[in-house]
């Protein structure tokens, strides 16, 4: 008798196991989309050098699908509490595919994107049809940040008291294709909402030399000259940063009273800062030794085929071109000599309200107040307007 309901409980439990299996052996990996190498291979005979190194930029790994191996890795199996009160989140991984709840409502999710290469930091991303057919969806409020791991992401309120059973911030469909503009190379719609199968994802070659498809084209076809090709070097200093900042931001994007020093916030959008600077309102002034003026944009100090250095004696040595002494030691600095950080001191890094920092790019006399600032997160949230 013992034996006989021992056998149906185990039955009843084994049929309890098989209703609750997980959900995920019916849900289908997010549609495949295209491989940023493929823009890269258009180039690659003729250009090996620009080449070589560039699918391991932050801009080649700008968006990826959430169950990418790398993604997979750095948020399946793990928890963490954010917010005040602290809500837990659980990441895991079933089918290969990417989950998340919020284990205080037990409201779940697949997730479908990963923005950001994860040089910085990496925010998952939910995108799912509205009623009107469009794409929209939240960036969860956990994110992975380099080198802490799993934080609130940035931006995000800390106190989730408002919605503490949600999973994240909703975007609306206009805000989630921008979120795909900037991240992506080349982005086609179907219906009124995003064509998945299409998309090329990161910011590739083609996205940054426009008419480079018609160009490899032609050159494979036999021409020399490349005379219609857009060129960035006819660009002035102002018309370059501003190129970079369709995505990076450029002033025009804020109102003038959020264009002060004390708003830290700014220190994530590189090409507003830049052009605040002495350094590039006068650069015209110095001149390299032939009586050229010496120029000032993005690429003095990147380039953009090359993962981002994080030596600062590459920027440094840029600093001292404009700013040493002939014959001398010193350097226009009255406090330090020319073999000294500049950056650390001019250009220092900012913290965000997130495990991640980034540098101002408005090279000042700072204060020591403000310096003091720098380390200590801003409440500031880092948010341009759209
Ligand atoms: C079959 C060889 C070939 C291929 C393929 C090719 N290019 Fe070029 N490209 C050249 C040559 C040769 C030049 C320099 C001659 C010129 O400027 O007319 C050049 C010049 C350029 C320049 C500089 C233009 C300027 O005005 O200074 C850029 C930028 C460029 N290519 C980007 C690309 C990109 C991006 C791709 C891939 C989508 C690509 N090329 C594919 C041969 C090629
Ligand atoms: C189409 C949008 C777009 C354009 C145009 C663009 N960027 Fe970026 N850039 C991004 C995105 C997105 C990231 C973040 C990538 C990541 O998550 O690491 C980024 C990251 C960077 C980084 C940090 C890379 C790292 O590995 O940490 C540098 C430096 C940079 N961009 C410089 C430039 C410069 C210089 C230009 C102009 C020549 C430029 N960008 C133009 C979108 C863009
Ligand atoms: C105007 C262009 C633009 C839009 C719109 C945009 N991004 Fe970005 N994104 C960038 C650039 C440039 C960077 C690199 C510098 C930075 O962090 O601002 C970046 C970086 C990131 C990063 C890497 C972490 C970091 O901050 O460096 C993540 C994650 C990210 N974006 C997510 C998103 C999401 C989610 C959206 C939509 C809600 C979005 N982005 C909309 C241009 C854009
Ligand atoms: C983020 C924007 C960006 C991306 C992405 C990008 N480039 Fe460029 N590229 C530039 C800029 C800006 C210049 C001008 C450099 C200068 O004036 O010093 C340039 C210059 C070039 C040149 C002219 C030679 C030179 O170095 O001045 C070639 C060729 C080229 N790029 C090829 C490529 C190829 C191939 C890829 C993809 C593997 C690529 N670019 C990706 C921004 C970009
Ligand atoms: C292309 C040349 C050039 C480069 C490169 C350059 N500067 Fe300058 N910098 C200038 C000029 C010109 C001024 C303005 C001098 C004046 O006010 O008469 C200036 C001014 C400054 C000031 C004073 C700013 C203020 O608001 O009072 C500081 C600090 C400074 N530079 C630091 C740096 C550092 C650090 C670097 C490297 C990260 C750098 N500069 C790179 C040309 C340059
Ligand atoms: C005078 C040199 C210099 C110039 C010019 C410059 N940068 Fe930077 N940039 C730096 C330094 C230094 C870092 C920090 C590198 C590190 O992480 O060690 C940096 C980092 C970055 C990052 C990574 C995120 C961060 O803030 O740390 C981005 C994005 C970026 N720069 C974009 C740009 C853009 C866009 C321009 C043009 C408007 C630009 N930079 C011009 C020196 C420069
Ligand atoms: C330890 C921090 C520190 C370092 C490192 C440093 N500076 Fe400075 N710098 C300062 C301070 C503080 C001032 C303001 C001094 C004052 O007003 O008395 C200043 C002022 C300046 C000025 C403005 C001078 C003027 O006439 O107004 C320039 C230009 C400058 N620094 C360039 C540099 C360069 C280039 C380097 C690297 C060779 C460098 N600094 C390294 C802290 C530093």
């Known amino acids: 008798m013992k034996r006989w309901l021992g056998a149906l409980i185990g039955i009843g439990f084994l049929a309890l196991l098989w209703w609750h299996r997980p959900a995920g052996q019916e849900v289908p990996k997010q549609a495949a989309i295209r491989e940023p190498s493929e823009d890269v291979v258009r180039c690659r005979v003729c250009h090996a050098s620009q080449s070589e190194e560039f699918l391991t930029t932050g801009h080649a790994l700008a968006l990826r699908l959430a169950h990418d191996p790398e993604v997979l890795s750095r948020f399946a199996g793990k928890t963490v509490s954010v917010g005040q009160p602290a809500v837990s989140f659980r990441f895991w991984e079933e089918s290969g595919t990417l989950w998340n709840a919020n284990e205080k409502s037990g409201v779940k999710t697949q997730v479908h994107w990963m923005f950001g290469s994860g040089h910085h930091g990496m925010t998952p991303v939910v995108v799912a049809k509205n009623r009107y057919g469009e794409d929209e969806g ?17 931006g995000h309120e800390p106190v989730l008291t408002a919605d503490p059973d949600s ?25 009124r909402g995003i064509e998945t199968a299409n998309l090329l994802p990161g910011v590739l070659c083609s996205k940054c030399h426009a008419n480079a498809k018609e160009h490899a084209e ?53 090409s507003v800062g830049l052009p605040l600077s002495r350094c590039f309102q006068f650069q015209k002034t110095r001149q390299l030794s032939d009586g050229t003026a010496r120029r000032l944009d993005c690429l003095t100090c990147h380039d953009p085929h090359r993962p981002m250095t994080t030596d600062p004696q590459h920027y440094n040595n840029v600093c001292r071109d404009c700013h040493s002494r002939p014959d001398s030691q010193d350097s226009d600095c009255p406090k330090q000599i020319i073999t000294s950080d500049c950056v650390g001191c001019h250009m220092p890094k900012v913290r965000m309200n997130a495990p991640v920092s980034f540098t101002d790019h408005w090279i000042r006399v700072r204060s020591a107040s403000e310096n003091a600032a720098s380390a200590e997160p801003t409440s500031a949230t880092p948010t341009a307007p759209k």
């Not at 939240?138 to 940035?154: E, F, I, K, N, Q």
Request: hydrophobic share 25%.
């Open 138 to 154: 939240p960036d969860l409020h956990v994110s992975w940040y380099r080198p802490h791991g799993l934080a609130l992401t940035m």
């Open 218 to 270: 032609k050159m494979h076809g036999g021409e020399t000259a490349s005379s219609s090709f857009d060129d960035w070097k006819s660009l002035s200093p102002i018309q370059s940063v501003d190129r970079c900042g369709e995505c990076h931001r450029s002033p025009t994007a804020f109102k003038p009273e959020q264009i002060q020093p004390e708003n830290r916030a700014l220190t994530r959008f590189a």
């Open 167 to 191: 999973l994240g911030s909703l975007n609306n469909a206009s805000d989630t294709k921008q979120c795909f503009k900037c991240h992506t190379t080349e982005l086609t719609r179907k219906g």
